[in-house]
T-cell receptor, first 113, second 116 residues
Framework: DAKTTQPNSMESNEEEPVHLPCNHSTISGTDYIHWYRQLPSQGPEYVIHGLTSNVNNRMASLAIAEDRKSSTLILHRATLRDAAVYYC??????????????FGKGTLLTVNP | KAGVTQTPRYLIKTRGQQVTLSCSPISGHRSVSWYQQTPGQGLQFLFEYFSETQRNKGNFPGRFSGRQFSNSRSEMNVSTLELGDSALYLC???????????????FGPGTRLTVL
């Protein structure tokens, strides 16, 4: 499976934007970039996904580099409820990554009031 | 629409016993995947079921097994429990089967298993 690299932890203040980076230099052309997050004492929840173009939804935005070797999850105004571990995951049709989510260590986001 | 439900939420067993965990997917979802989460190994894929058939399996010993019923509900069983099986067991459901790389997986809250 193609690998992703994320910082272990990041800190933000409430109501400020947060940019969570992810490096995936070995991404293949058919790999989608997915983001999930896991709030304390809960199962992971889907945040957003994209292939090449930047994507927006009600939760976040996903900015994908032109060469696709990196991406950034953007939370426009962090709230205390956004404190979670954020996982960047590649899913494609090669290397067995299509049928499962391969979770790395993720980034622990702390939001200060 | 109700989310993914898992029962029980907490379970304490002793070494050598066996355990059965249950997962009810979101209505209409036909795929159920199971994951194990531990502090040391993180989240790891156990297996996936679709239309009552195991479609994919992770790298876990044969003590870990599962099944899916005609209503898409799924159970996983762990026999001859070991201390290292203590973990949070998560199930996730999705509408389509494996290979749908854009499909969202919806996770339940998990079952916290403690093996003494």
């Amino acid at each position: 499976d193609a690998k992703t690299t994320q910082p272990n932890s990041m800190e933000s203040n409430e109501e400020e934007p947060v940019h969570l980076p992810c490096n995936h230099s070995t991404i293949s052309g058919t790999d989608y970039i997915h983001w999930y997050r896991q709030l304390p004492s809960q199962g992971p929840e889907y945040v957003i996904h994209g292939l090449t173009s930047n994507v927006n939804n009600r939760m976040a935005s996903l900015a994908i580099a032109e060469d696709r070797k990196s991406s950034t999850l953007i939370l426009h105004r962090a709230t205390l409820r956004d404190a979670a571990v954020y996982y960047c995951i590649l899913r494609g049709n090669s290397g067995g990554s299509n049928y499962k989510l391969t979770f790395g260590k993720g980034t622990l986001l702390t939001v200060n009031p | 629409k109700a989310g993914v439900t898992q029962t029980p939420r907490y379970l304490i067993k002793t070494r050598g016993q066996q355990v059965t965990l249950s997962c009810s997917p979101i209505s209409g979802h036909r795929s159920v995947s199971w994951y194990q989460q531990t502090p040391g190994q993180g989240l790891q894929f156990l297996f996936e079921y679709f239309s009552e058939t195991q479609r994919n399996k992770g790298n876990f010993p044969g003590r870990f097994s599962g099944r899916q019923f005609s209503n898409s509900r799924s159970e996983m069983n762990v026999s001859t429990l070991e201390l290292g099986d203590s973990a949070l067991y998560l199930c996730a459901s999705s509408w389509r089967t494996s290979g749908a790389v854009t499909d969202t997986q919806y996770f339940g809250p998990g079952t916290r298993l403690t093996v003494l």
